[in-house]
């Protein structure tokens, strides 16, 4: 939003050239030292001689999941239908939930406490007990996702819509609105900033909620890959398919990222973490 | 028009707060008096101004003529009936401009209006942007409050408390977190918008030169418990502006409220 000074001394070349090379020098630095640590990695295994089954170079692991074809397209879907049914899933509950949390003292003493227990549980630990409930369908997968996903969405929401200016609601209060009224107009986007910030964070969280889920039960998905794969040890893949995972996860991210820049301006102003 | 719906109204009062007594509850459970046996009268038309340190109970007093809090004991009526009746020909200004930070400059000072589910039209429309000229500030409509410096957020603040076209602004600090300069042109801004659409004030403020400059009568406040010290006239001439500051009289009458405080 606002441009840097370094701009301003550039400005004896042509303008557009001097904001590109302002905007890309990031990027470029960026690039230039995970392309350092690809190139690290390759000539490393080639020179040690590191055996296939320990460390494939990058240039194997391109190899070998190219080689899958189209055959890692259903993986990569599966994933995502994970992802975004338990990311979506965790958004819906956690209104009401933090609605509820912020809005009556009695709520939040009553659910408080749940949600702690919840979080404390490692999910990790919790995934093989959801499949067995759950059956074998998509079901606990997402079930897992949400709930690793629902608990930063909930607090940070939480938090967004008891941390509205007292000025506000005194103004609401003032001209005798109702609680329902007050919570639509002011207090739930005064809270938009906090539930981007419990989004972002979300979004990583659905995909470690996603694999997890696959790596217990699933006949598809990225997760599921990397499990067999390993069992077989064919590393490239297992490889492979980790690095489209957190390409996925990064992906993700920078969607929500690009969803509160284009439809929330105001809110980046008044992030919680930016002050 | 504005002066024929006061008559019409048959209005004596603005404000009537008929000993007022205040009673927080601290943390601790110990009793705190916020205000003890207050009495407050304030004419449609007049412009009255509290002065006092901090935590002397202005700001409580401002909230219970507002109907945020119930006073423990004590009779207060707003416009001619009993506080506890939701009022919505009463604004407040606040010491922040409190903003909504997801609406234009426009919309912010339609807010209001909207959130209490009125329709908004043209003629709103006109009437939000007649304001924000009176107040210097309509080429800013389009613009989001965080481009706009403190100064002029606070303008919108206060065209948003007028446009509900309210017979009783409630002003708590407003001018406080501005620096000196522009703190004297929103009171001279102020003072212009009063002689143009007379209306009962009733402002809260530290600063002795600021209440002087503005009011028709300045009640001097002391802590513990809250209580009116002193009532000081203003007898300065209306339609005024700053250039008041400059006369004999001024200065006399804020020593006058000074030697009240001390």
């Known amino acids: ?275 | 028009m504005l002066d024929q719906a006061f008559d019409a109204s048959g209005v004596e009062t603005a404000i009537d707060v008929a000993s007022a007594s205040q009673v927080f509850r601290s943390s601790s459970g110990a009793r705190v008096a916020a205000l003890h046996d207050v009495s407050l009268t304030v004419g449609p038309r007049e412009f009255v101004s509290i002065v006092g340190p901090s935590g002397c109970g202005k700001s409580t007093l401002l909230r219970i003529v507002a109907g945020l809090i119930a006073p423990t004991a004590g009779a207060v009526s707003v416009l001619g009936s009993s506080v506890g009746v939701r009022r919505r020909d009463v604004s407040l200004v606040f010491q922040r401009p409190a903003l909504l930070p997801w609406l234009d400059i426009l919309d912010n000072v339609l807010f209001p209006l909207r959130h209490m589910g009125r329709n908004v039209g043209a003629a709103e429309r006109e009437r939000a942007l007649g304001l924000l000229s009176l107040m210097g500030i309509a080429d800013f409509r389009a613009m989001r409050p965080n481009e706009l410096s403190g100064g002029m957020q606070q303008r919108v603040a206060i065209c948003r408390a007028l446009i509900t076209d309210p017979r009783l602004l409630l002003m708590d600090e407003p001018f406080a977190a501005l620096d000196a300069l522009t703190r004297d042109e929103l009171g001279g801004e102020l003072l212009r918008l009063c002689a143009l659409q007379p209306k009962a004030v009733l402002f809260i403020t530290h600063s002795i030169a600021e209440a002087v400059t503005l009011s028709d009568r300045v009640l001097v406040m002391s802590p513990r418990p809250g209580h009116f010290r002193r009532d000081c006239p203003i007898p300065l001439p209306r339609p005024r502006d700053l250039g008041v500051t400059r006369e004999p009289l001024f200065q006399e009458l804020c020593s006058h409220v000074r030697d009240a405080i001390a």
């Open chain 1, 1 to 275: 939003m606002f441009e840097t000074p370094s701009l301003d001394l550039a400005a004896g070349e042509a303008p557009g050239w001097a904001r590109f090379r302002a905007a890309a020098r990031g990027p470029v630095i960026s690039s230039f030292a995970i392309g350092l640590v690809i190139v690290a990695w390759e000539v490393g295994v080639r020179v040690f001689g590191v055996r296939e089954f320990i460390l494939p170079a990058p240039s194997v692991i391109v190899r070998d999941t190219a080689a899958m074809g189209w055959g890692i397209v259903p993986h990569i879907e599966a994933t995502l239908v994970t992802i975004f049914a338990g990311y979506g899933l965790a958004f819906v509950l956690s209104l009401p939930l933090a609605i509820a949390l912020s809005s009556s003292r009695f709520l939040s003493h009553a659910l408080y406490p749940l949600l702690v227990i919840k979080q404390s549980v490692p999910v990790v630990a919790l995934a093989p007990i959801l499949t067995v409930v759950l059956g074998a369908g998509e079901a606990p997968r997402i079930a897992i996702t949400t709930l690793i996903a629902l608990f930063p969405l909930v607090v940070s929401t939480a938090t967004g819509l008891s941390s509205t200016p007292m000025e506000l609601v005194e103004l609401s209060q003032s001209m005798g609105v109702s609680r329902m009224k007050q919570l639509m107009d002011i207090r739930l986007p005064a809270a938009v900033p906090f539930i981007f910030s419990g989004l972002k964070i979300s979004m990583t969280l659905s995909v470690v909620g996603a694999i997890v889920g696959e790596f217990v039960a699933a006949e598809r998905g990225l997760g599921y890959l990397i499990y067999t794969s390993t069992a077989y040890f064919h590393m490239s893949i297992a490889f492979g398919a980790m690095f489209i995972l957190s390409a996925i996860g990064l992906l993700l991210f920078q969607g929500v990222l690009f969803i509160e820049r284009h439809f929330f301006p105001w809110a980046l102003a008044q992030a919680p973490d930016a002050e």
